[in-house]
């Protein structure tokens, strides 16, 4: 099995599903070329239903350049509200245009602040009773271009090793596998591992899953240094020497906050938040842990919940590839794995697992359970560590278990205050969906002629909350992260 470019393997993606070499390519050379659009499910009121029931009023934005967070931050300024009354079902990437639901409690719908945001397009769609939570979407669809590929030859031989992990063991897969390298129309499915992106740990600094492991451990100190001081060499030097103050004033008895908050860059106001509460506790190295949790919870309660999640994923990955190591499938099941089954509400363009609906593969049941799995009506699952986690049976509970014990985390440790605390999940360890390709990626008219060194295509396909499209992407470019 084809493994992974070291950067990815720092958070447990060690294997390609697919052996053969990739395109190479850019990506978001314009960010047109990355288009992603929820699939909505939520059905709000009209605008002028009652407030008092439907306080929220929900949005449909459209945006270009601008991070989740940081849309979110300059939308609750320009209101002049907590950005704690802006909710969401999903975050996207940046570099990209994306269109998702927005919700905001309590806000007049005719404020013009709302359409004073550049590179935002804003479509104010009804009311709604309860704020948007993360995964109120029945999934995304995405539509990319990929430029200045080296060999776009590769593409229909990717996809025929992608689709064989859909095909019945007991049939030919010869009338199944076709071409899809030849326009729009053709859809061919494909199964892939679910791992989480790199995008989930930090695309440039991929240090969120180790403040996650900070937390669970009760290691607040260090939970705050691996964010604040944790510096890396992708970062600009300023930035690199801002920390490194950090690192040497948090083992001073008598630390300099002041000093540490002027050298960090304003961009960075998350750490500068972190910093300005240490400076007023007056934190140095035997400070209680009270005092450093305090200060980590200066960002805000979804990015607090996103270290732990971060410190989830990085197993979750580490299983899917523990398992791919010891050849033991994640699209169809053995005996003791605990199997998700399709969810019933998902909409008919994805297909989505319900992680609420579970049962174990007994070994008299393992043939149902593999055909239900390739079918698309079930899922081979793994655990998102928390409080409530139940291990599958037999070799993958072994694997499952070995893979905390390697980083001496229990279920328990999740037990933790206010919006770290974690009861965990479990999640599909292999996806599929129907893709197509495009053997060029058109230009606007306007546009100057950016693509015409190499070789251009295009991938379309759907995925349900929570995926990641760099997961399908890396398939096709095995490229290192960096470029995805």
């Not at 750490?271 to 450093?292: G, K, V, Y």
């Not at 239900?372 to 993958?396: I, M």
């Amino acid at each position: 099995m084809r493994i992974s470019p070291s950067r990815e393997q720092t958070v447990g993606i060690e294997y390609y599903y697919s052996d053969t070499d990739g395109t190479d390519g850019r990506l978001r050379v314009r960010p047109a070329d990355f288009q992603v659009r929820e699939i909505e499910t939520i059905e709000p009121e009209p605008i002028d239903a009652s407030v008092g029931d439907y306080p929220h009023v929900l949005l449909r934005v459209t945006l270009s350049k601008w991070d989740t967070n940081d849309f979110v931050q300059q939308l609750s300024d320009n209101l002049e509200i907590s950005r704690e009354r802006v909710s969401w079902a999903g975050t996207k990437d940046k570099y990209a245009i994306t269109t998702q639901l927005f919700s905001i409690a309590r806000i007049n719908p005719n404020n013009k602040s709302l359409t004073a945001i550049p590179n935002a397009d804003i479509e104010v769609l009804g009311r709604i009773g309860r704020p948007l939570q993360f995964g109120d979407l029945g999934g995304n669809s995405f539509e990319i271009c990929v430029r200045r590929a080296t060999d776009t030859s590769v593409v229909d031989a990717i996809t025929a090793e992608l689709h064989a992990y859909t095909v019945s063991n007991n049939h030919s897969q010869d009338d199944d596998t076709q071409s899809v390298y030849a326009g729009d129309a053709n859809k061919v499915s494909i199964a892939f591992p679910n791992y989480f992106g790199h995008q989930r740990f930090g695309s440039r600094r991929p240090i969120t899953h180790r403040v996650g492991r900070a937390i669970v451990r009760n290691a607040w100190r260090d939970a705050v240094l691996q964010y604040v001081a944790n510096s890396f060499e992708s970062e600009p030097e300023t930035t690199q020497r801002a920390r490194e103050f950090v690192s040497e004033q948090a083992g001073s008895s008598r630390p300099d906050w002041e000093e540490a908050i002027e050298r960090m860059p304003n961009a960075l106001r998350f750490e500068q938040s972190m910093l300005h509460r240490l400076n007023e506790a007056n934190a140095n190295i035997d400070s209680d842990a009270a005092t450093w949790r305090h200060a980590l919870m200066a960002v805000p309660k979804n990015l607090q919940r996103l270290f732990v999640n971060a410190a989830q994923s990085d197993l979750f990955n580490r299983i899917i590839s523990e398992r791919l190591r010891h050849d033991i499938p994640i699209h169809r099941p053995i005996a003791g794995d605990i199997v998700c089954f399709q969810d019933q509400n998902s909409p008919t363009e994805v297909i989505r697992p319900d992680p609420a609906r579970t049962q174990l593969t007994t070994e008299r049941r393992v043939d149902i359970m593999q055909r239900h799995c390739e079918r698309g009506r079930a899922f081979v699952t793994a655990p998102l560590v928390g409080t409530q986690t139940n291990f599958a049976s037999g070799k993958p509970g072994e694997i499952e278990k070995s893979v905390l014990a390697e980083y001496d985390i229990t279920p328990e440790d999740f037990d933790l205050p206010g919006t770290f605390d974690s009861r965990g999940t479990r999640r599909a360890m292999a996806l599929q969906t129907n893709i197509s390709t495009k053997a060029d990626c058109n230009t606007d008219s306007d546009e100057h002629n950016i693509d015409k060194s190499g070789q251009n295509y295009r991938l379309v396909f759907t995925l349900p909350p929570g995926a990641y499209a760099t997961a399908v992407l890396r398939e096709y470019l095995k490229v290192a992260p960096a470029k995805l």
